[in-house]
C-alpha cells in the first residue's frame, strides 16, 4: 500500500503526538529510579550492614521538627527563617498561662540567661568572661518594642547574637518572649499595678516588717 504525502504527514503528526503525550517521565525514567537507599534500608557497604550513618560528630541540626520531613527540609534550606519581618503575629499569639511563663522561664534560663543575664540586665557569665555584653531589656527601647521583635531576633540573630532558630521551637520562642515580659514587669512595676487589694495589703505588712 502506499500513502500519499497527507496521510504521511499525519501519521507523522500522530506519531509525535503520541512522543509527546506520553512525556518526558517514561522516556527519563532512571531519574526515578536512580540507585538510592530507602530510609533504614540494609546496606552491604558498611560493616553494621546499615545504610543509615551516624551523626559525623559536632555536626548541628540545620532544620527540626516537622520541617525537617518537608522537600525543603530535605533540601537543607534554612527551617525557621522567616523573611525579616514576616512574622506569625506582632503580639504572642495564645493566652499567657502560668505554664507558658514556666516553660519560658526555663527556656530562657538555658538558652540566653547565659549572656543576657538571669534578670536580663546582659550581665550573664558569658559576658563576664569577654563576651560583648547585650543591651538589658529594661531600657525603654525594649520594653517599647512589640512582641515580635523579641521572636524575631531568637529567629534571625542579631548583631553579634546568632540565631537560635535551630535549638528553640517557634512555640517556645513565644514562651521566651512571654518570660522576657515578665522579667520586664518585675524591674519595672508600681503598687498600682497589682490588682488584689489583698496582695497589696500583704506587700505593705512585709514592708512594714522589713523596715522594723
Ligand atoms: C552568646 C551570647 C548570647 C546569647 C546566648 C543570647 N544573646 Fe541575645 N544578644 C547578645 C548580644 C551580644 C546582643 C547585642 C548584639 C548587637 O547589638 O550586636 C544581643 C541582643 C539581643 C536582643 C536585643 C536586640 C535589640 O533590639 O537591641 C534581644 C531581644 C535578644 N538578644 C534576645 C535574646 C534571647 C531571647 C536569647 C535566648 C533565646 C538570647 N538573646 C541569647 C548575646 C546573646
Known sequence: MRLNRDQVLSLMATAMLIFLSSGC??????????????????????????????????????????????????????????????????????????KLLKRGQERFNIYCAPCHGQTGYGDGMIVHRGFPSPPSYHSSRLRDAPDSHFYNVITQGFGRMFSYATRVEPQDRWAIVAYIRALQLSQNTTLQDIPEETVRRQLGKKNDHQTE
Open 25 to 98: 517521565e517514561n522516556v527519563m525514567q532512571n531519574m526515578y529510579d536512580q540507585p538510592k537507599y530507602k530510609p533504614l534500608s540494609k546496606s552491604n557497604l558498611f560493616s553494621d550492614d546499615q545504610s543509615a550513618r551516624p551523626l559525623v560528630e559536632e555536626t548541628v541540626m540545620f532544620s527540626a521538627g516537622s520541617f525537617a520531613g518537608s522537600s525543603s527540609g530535605r533540601e537543607g534550606k534554612a527551617a525557621f527563617y522567616l523573611p525579616k519581618g514576616k512574622i506569625p503575629s506582632d503580639k504572642i499569639p495564645f493566652p499567657i498561662t502560668a
